[in-house]
């Protein structure tokens, strides 16, 4: 089915453990990108993807890593999880039209690290 | 660095009476979104406001831009328990092509 996805959905894990959050949508966006939620703060942006091999620092993006090797795909790195890092993450896809941002949001990683 | 408020922040309100949600913003752009999200789901997309004077429809819900006010509205009319949610509205930062700055959020909650 069209749409966007994330895995997975739910996630424990250890201090110092590397965790990798996938990302996959089916629209053929050019634009990909990962929010974090958190109580109190909103929603907020971690790195972002104008295209396949182009990504960009959002407003949260330290111990973090992304790559998009293709367009379809967009995976974040926790390469260090800290417990800080426990959230909800979002990843969203959108045109990215200069008339046109529209994101569309998959339905979110709950992440818990102990 | 734009900023993003919205208030309230909370809202409780009875089911058939009409509020206002107010989403205000530091730095000119003409783009907003407004998106709503229930417990434990996704980001939904309600609204796209592309121009000033944009006012858009749906149901019981009707919002609006004012570029130069940096100001948007969420009007609900005649309230009903279906919308209790979170309501985000967010705007393009900058040049970019892509990024969106969240308020954040107005929990609302519609009691009969």
């Known amino acids: 089915d069209a749409g966007i996805t994330q895995s997975p959905r739910y996630k424990i894990t250890e201090t110092g453990r590397q965790v990798t959050l996938m990302c996959h949508q089916t629209?053929?966006?050019?634009?990909m990108f990962w929010y974090r939620q958190d109580l109190g703060h909103g929603l907020r942006l971690i790195y972002y993807?104008?295209?396949?091999?182009?990504?960009d620092k959002g407003e949260v993006p330290d111990g973090y890593v992304v790559s998009r090797s293709k367009t379809e795909n967009f995976p974040l790195t926790l390469e260090s999880a800290t417990r800080s890092q426990t959230s909800v993450y979002f990843c969203?896809?959108?045109?990215?039209?200069?008339?046109?941002?529209?994101?569309?949001f998959g339905p979110g990683t709950r992440l818990t690290v102990l | 660095e734009l900023k993003v408020e919205q208030n309230p922040l909370f809202l409780s309100m009875q089911e058939g009476k009409n509020y206002t949600i107010y989403c205000n913003y530091s730095?000119?752009?003409?783009?907003l979104y407004w998106y709503r999200q229930d417990p434990g789901k996704s980001l939904e997309s309600l609204f796209v406001?592309?121009?000033?004077?944009a006012v858009k429809q749906e149901g019981r819900l009707m919002a609006s831009l004012d570029t130069k006010a940096r100001l948007s509205t969420l009007h609900i009319t005649a309230a009903v328990h279906d919308l209790s949610a979170t309501y985000f509205c967010?705007?393009?930062?900058?040049?970019?092509?892509?990024?969106?700055?969240f308020g954040k959020g107005t929990k609302l909650s519609v009691k009969p």
């Open positions: 969203a896809s959108g045109p990215g039209t200069p008339s046109y941002n529209e994101q569309f």
């Open positions: 406001l592309l121009s000033n004077g």
């Open positions: 730095t000119t752009s003409d783009r």
């Open positions: 629209w053929s966006h050019s634009y």
């Open positions: 967010a705007v393009v930062y900058g040049g970019s092509q892509g990024n969106l700055i």
């Open positions: 993807s104008a295209a396949a091999d182009i990504t």
